[in-house]
């Protein structure tokens, strides 16, 4: 038997979790893996509160260093959430040789480059499978059994929050705001949802997943990022009846000379396998040009099933010890700020002779095809829902369509990539 001695920065619902997993099925791991896990001391803000689970007096610490800078610790796991003090705590864990198993998305997109070389500098393991995609084991599929592969193209829904919201609107007609306030009121939507509504919780994720699976570092600035907060009911409807199911997807491409990296809100075919994954769950498409398509899903979160992928994580970190720290490519790509997408545009169009006519000359003008067009409501003299999907078209080259248009004939009132 081989004791695997850790810390624990953070007990909160995950570190939580992770504590009551080892609690309750500690045995069954060491059985299956020939190791004991013993988590030593937990960073707590104060000792009296820890969210109700039985963790021993003497386990309890608000000193960190105490975690950090005992010999005996070999493991630190971070479950503080947030940017600071978590990355810096991580970082002198991998600067005094500890494995570093985490949760924080945040924390790493920000920080991968320092934390990735002091890892190599220390050869410290730093584990993160359970930052995106919850029990998903994404992560270590693309640096491990698909490591045979030039991955061009991952499409993630990433985030429970919003495919909540999307889904209920869908199924409901619902209006995004009267959902969003359902959802904080059964626990599912943080009191202030922007991280996930504005999309930059799953562009953390992208650019987490995304620099592993193209080897090339997408920082967060890079991203493209649009949220849920513009999408109507309305949107969602005409959509279904042309074919497609909304949803925010995280999306990265490489097409060997630049990676388009980018989350926003998009109409998904309804056969694509995305389009059935409802609810808080996650899923995520990818495309190898040897295993050519696949769908990894799941619990994306939830004390459980992230504490599932971090118990995975600190097992492959006992056995390994030193990491072999994810390559990336000495030239990295560049992210691209222009690609190609079809798209949905919704306007409000004078319904009068010409109007389609300046639409289409407009669009006709920067090479792009029309592939559907549906007008609904019309009443002579009066303003009809024009909706327009258009062919393979450049992102900048619908811009510039979009703020060609005179609002006066037609108003657009939402645009909306379609993918798959
Ligand atoms: N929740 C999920 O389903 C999920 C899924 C995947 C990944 N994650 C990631 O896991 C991490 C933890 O999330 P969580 O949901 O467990 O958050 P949480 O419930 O807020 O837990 C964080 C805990 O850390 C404590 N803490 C914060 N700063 C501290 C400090 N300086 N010293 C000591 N304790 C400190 C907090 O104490 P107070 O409460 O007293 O402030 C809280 O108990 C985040 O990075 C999150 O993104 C979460």
């Known amino acids: 038997m081989q004791e695997v001695v850790l810390g624990l920065l953070g007990l909160g619902n995950i570190g939580g979790g992770v504590w009551d997993l080892i609690r309750t099925f500690g045995d069954e791991v060491e059985t299956r ?93 730093l584990y993160f499978e359970a930052s995106v995609g919850g029990a998903i084991p994404v992560l270590t599929s693309i640096q491990s059994p698909l490591i045979a592969n030039h991955i061009e193209q991952m499409m993630g829904i990433v985030n429970g929050t919003t495919n909540y919201i999307l889904t209920r609107m869908a199924a409901e007609g619902a209006e995004y705001e009267t959902v969003l306030k359902d959802a904080q009121r059964l626990g599912l939507a943080e009191p202030d949802p922007t991280a996930d509504v504005e999309g930059m919780d799953a562009a953390y994720k992208l650019s987490i997943m995304g620099s592993l699976a193209f080897h090339s570092r997408i920082h967060m600035e890079d991203i493209y990022r649009e949220g849920i907060t513009k999408v109507t009911a309305e949107d969602i409807a005409f959509g279904r009846e042309m074919g497609y199911v909304l949803k925010l997807l995280a ?131 009066g303003k009809a829902t024009l909706i327009v999907i258009t062919h393979s078209a450049p992102e900048k080259a619908v811009r510039r369509v979009v703020e060609a248009l005179n609002p006066e004939i037609c108003q657009v009132e939402n645009v909306i990539r379609v993918e798959g």
């Open 33 to 125: 893996t020939g190791m004991r896990l013993r988590v030593k001391k937990a960073l707590v803000l104060d000792k009296r509160f820890h969210g109700g689970h039985e963790v021993p007096e003497e386990v309890l610490t608000t000193d960190g260093a105490e975690i950090l800078e005992d010999p005996e610790i070999q493991i630190v796991c971070e479950f503080l959430g947030g940017e600071q003090p978590a990355a810096s705590m991580m970082l002198r864990a991998l600067e005094n040789g500890k494995c570093v198993v985490t949760a924080n998305k945040m924390a790493l997109s920000l920080h991968l480059d320092e934390l990735r070389a002091m890892a190599q500098k220390t050869g410290a393991g």
């Open 251 to 381: 999306i990265g491409k490489d097409n060997g000379e630049s990676i388009e990296a980018r989350v926003h809100p998009a109409f998904l075919p309804a056969e694509h396998p995305l389009a059935r994954v409802d609810g808080s769950l996650n899923a995520i498409y990818l495309y190898g040009h040897s295993f050519k398509d696949m769908m990894l899903e799941g619990r994306g979160a939830g004390d459980a099933p992230t504490a599932s992928a971090i118990v995975g994580d600190i097992i492959l970190a006992a056995r390994n010890r030193t990491h072999p720290v994810a390559y990336f490519r000495p030239d990295p790509l560049p992210v691209a700020d222009d690609w190609q997408s079809k798209y949905f545009i919704r306007m409000k169009a004078k319904d009068a002779p010409g109007v389609l006519a300046e639409v289409t000359g407009l669009l006709a003008g920067e090479g792009i095809s029309v592939s559907a067009m549906m007008q609904k409501g019309a009443a002579p003299g």
